[in-house]
Structure formats: structure tokens, C-alpha cells
């Protein structure tokens, strides 16, 4: 019988990258809204569950990241911490991430109580990240899901944004988030595989970081 193959930190990020690398050329849903052939009813669902998302990421996702690093894991704080006030738009009004989104969603037709009734329902699915202790299996969880959702948008061939103005429409002040993440993905999506590369110290938190990665791409999941 051969020996399991172990990854070693050496390939580990060559195979992460493979693994986002596949997840995306299978998003058919992202590659519809870059070629504006989704439909309008299509694409105000994929809006109003993104909101969800991205307000979810701001208020649970890394208040709890922050919180499950260990005390040594001073790097990953300081990676978090970075982000966090970044989706806060540096704390100028109006400027966090899900106000920026939400000009979009508006712009579909969608109201401030579906939006909100959205993220409520959303963000239960994730409040057992409170009922998580710090470690660093816990940490390498969230840090490999952060990895694989900012390197989608760097492998995009573009940003929707031509399309949302000719093909739906969409007015230039509803598109800012889109513009704020044009150059800011591609410098997180290196942060956080660099970040990552730290913690995964071991064959075993190399494995589930590569499943974890799997797991976050996998759309039917995300719009279940």
C-alpha cells in the first residue's frame, strides 16, 4: 500500500490556489452577472442574499474571528483587525461595506425590510461561531473561508460593472462597492492565503484548509 500523501507548506499554497482556481471557473452564477445575461428576478436574489452576506461578515464574522484567534496569534489579529476596519469605511458615515451594497440592492427595487429580513434569516445560520472556543483549528477554519472568498473577484476576467450599467441599468452611485473592490480584493486575496500559510503548520490543518476552501466556493451551498 502507498503511503498518504502529506502537503507540506512548500505546495500547500500552489494547491489552494488550484482549488479557488476550480471553484470559480464553476461559478456560473458570477460569470451570468459579468456577461449581463442574468436575469433581472435572478440577479435582485443574488443582491438581496450578498447583502445578507456582507452585513453578516461585518457584524458576526469578524467580531468572532477576532475573538477565536488564540493569544499568540498576533498576526491574524492584526490581519482582521485591519479588515474589519476597512469594511467599516474606515468609519466614515455611509461608507461601510453593506451601506455601499445596499445603494445596489436599491437601485434592483429591493426595500429596506426584505434586505433586513434577509440578513436576519442569514445570519442565524452562523451564531455558532459564539459557541466556539479559541484555537487553532477554530482560527484556520475562518481564515481559509476569508482566503477563498476574497480571491474570487481578482479571478474574474472583469468586474460586473459595465454590464450592471448597460444590461440592467444600474445608475453609477449604486456601483461604488463594486469600484471599492476592484483593487482592494486583489491585496486581501494575497493577505489572507499569506496570512493562512502561517497557521496551516501541519499536514492535518493543511488538509482542512484546503477542504474548507471547497466547502465556502461551493454556490449551491451559499444560495440554499
Given at each position: 500500500m502507498k503511503p498518504e500523501h502529506r502537503h507540506t507548506n512548500e505546495d500547500f499554497e500552489n494547491l489552494a490556489n488550484e482549488r479557488i482556481d476550480t471553484a470559480v471557473?464553476?461559478?456560473?452564477?458570477?460569470?451570468?452577472?459579468?456577461?449581463?445575461?442574468?436575469?433581472?428576478?435572478?440577479?435582485?436574489?443574488?443582491?438581496?442574499?450578498?447583502?445578507?452576506?456582507?452585513?453578516?461578515f461585518v457584524d458576526l464574522k469578524?467580531?468572532?474571528r477576532l475573538r477565536l484567534c488564540p493569544s499568540d496569534a498576533l498576526r491574524a489579529r492584526r490581519f482582521l483587525a485591519e479588515i474589519y476596519a476597512e469594511e467599516h469605511g474606515n468609519f466614515e458615515p455611509g461608507r461601510d461595506h453593506p451601506a455601499l451594497w445596499a445603494r445596489f440592492?436599491?437601485?434592483?427595487?429591493?426595500?429596506?425590510?426584505?434586505?433586513?429580513?434577509?440578513y436576519r434569516s442569514y445570519s442565524a445560520r452562523f451564531r455558532y461561531l459564539r459557541e466556539r472556543e479559541p484555537s487553532r483549528e477554530n482560527l484556520v477554519t475562518e481564515l481559509a473561508t476569508m482566503a477563498a472568498w476574497e480571491s474570487v473577484v481578482p479571478r474574474l476576467a472583469r468586474l460586473p460593472i459595465q454590464s450592471l450599467r448597460e444590461a440592467y441599468g444600474i445608475?453609477?452611485?449604486?456601483l461604488e462597492f463594486?469600484?471599492?473592490?476592484?483593487?482592494a480584493d486583489a491585496a486581501h486575496s494575497r493577505a489572507?492565503?499569506?496570512?493562512?500559510?502561517?497557521y496551516t503548520d501541519s499536514p492535518e490543518l493543511r488538509e482542512h484548509a484546503l477542504?474548507?476552501?471547497?466547502e465556502t466556493l461551493d454556490l449551491e451551498g451559499y444560495f440554499a
Open positions: 471557473r464553476k461559478m456560473g452564477l458570477f460569470q451570468d452577472v459579468v456577461k449581463g445575461r442574468l436575469s433581472r428576478p435572478q440577479l435582485r436574489s443574488a443582491a438581496q442574499r450578498y447583502y445578507a452576506e456582507v452585513r453578516t469578524l467580531p468572532e440592492c436599491h437601485a434592483l427595487g429591493i426595500g429596506e425590510r426584505e434586505l433586513e429580513d434577509e445608475a453609477e452611485d449604486a463594486f469600484r471599492v473592490h476592484q483593487q489572507a492565503l499569506d496570512v493562512l500559510c502561517v477542504g474548507v476552501i471547497e
